[in-house]
């Protein structure tokens, strides 16, 4: 799927390089392209706020990021699971009424997750930075920040409210801006997981120059997103196609495999797990539950 971006979006300056975007046209095409063009303006209202140098200060004060991939790694629970702090979502509205981050990261902790996820999307995750920060005050988990990052200077966002990794979609991204967001990821610290939807997107990502850089593995994950999104429907069959057909040159590159959405049971993530996902990420499924905790017990121990 082809996503436009949309001007105005200014250029971020990181050590002596620099970031900009082509223009696109019209209206929003999709949902992804609606979310892709406001992140663009909220991105540059950020910028104003609160400059880059100050955010690097931020930073800089920071003690060193906790091992998000290792964490998954060493986990007794298999697949490992990585929690989602999400109360709401373009398709489904608001999930959970009674939403508080921090009490369901603390839920999460005591149910057995291995890292959490955590959305920073206001207007359409109805998400924000200063969850992230929260969350990050109340448990030791690694922390994901579940963004649309367009940006360095989003990847410096999640790092000063607490991230220990940071998403990068495919489908949003030129190959040439992968190159350049994990170079500056991996000078924050942050763990990359790269998501993709389809064999389009898989292809690029292991084609990325990456993979041949040391220790690549170490501070990078492959996310297959079983949700389609011209409908937004899942299917876990996409994580088995995808695996049936690259699963050799990705484990090659020796990162894990996460499969993503529509996770709902035991038998779900013995489905992927058999296809060859290391871990999962699981968001709606537990949210949609008043105890996060028992539910994500079962959903681990079936």
């Known amino acids: 799927m082809e996503i436009r971006r949309r001007p105005p979006s200014p250029k971020v300056r990181v050590s002596h390089l620099e970031y900009g975007v082509p223009l696109p046209q019209e209206e929003p095409r999709n949902i992804l392209e609606e979310i892709v063009w406001a992140k663009d303006r909220e991105v540059a209202s950020a910028r104003e706020r609160v400059s880059l140098e100050k955010l690097k200060q931020q930073v800089a004060e920071l003690p060193a990021t906790r091992d998000f991939v290792g964490a998954l790694r060493a986990s007794c629970r298999k697949p490992a699971v990585i929690a989602e702090i999400k109360k709401a979502s373009p398709s489904k509205g608001v999930i959970r009424a009674d939403f508080d981050a921090v009490a369901i990261a603390k839920g999460y902790a005591a149910g057995g997750a291995s890292c959490l996820s955590v959305l920073t999307d206001k207007q359409f995750f109805q998400g924000g930075f200063e969850l992230l920060v929260d969350v990050r005050q109340a448990v030791d988990l690694p922390l994901l920040c579940k963004e649309f990052i367009l940006s360095p200077y989003q990847l410096y966002q999640a790092r000063a409210a607490g991230a220990d990794a940071a998403l990068l979609i495919a489908a949003i991204l030129t190959d040439q801006d992968f190159v350049y967001m994990l170079k500056v990821a991996r000078s924050l610290g942050l763990a990359v997981l ?20 040391p220790q690549a593995a170490t501070h990078t994950l492959i996310g297959i997103n079983n949700r389609d999104l011209s409908t937004f429907q899942t299917d876990l069959a996409t994580t ?19 499969s993503e959405s529509g996770l709902f ?17 699981v968001g709606e499924a537990l949210m949609r539950q008043p105890d996060v905790t028992a539910a994500l017990e079962n959903l681990i121990n079936g």
């Open 194 to 213: 790269i998501e993709v939807h389809d064999a389009a997107e898989l292809e690029r990502v292991l084609a990325l120059p990456t993979w041949q850089e």
């Open 240 to 258: 088995e196609k995808l695996m049936a057909t690259y699963g050799p040159q990705i484990r090659a590159t020796g990162a894990l495999l996460v």
């Open 265 to 281: 049971s035991r038998a779900d993530l013995d489905q992927v797990q058999h296809t060859g996902a290391d871990s999962v990420l």
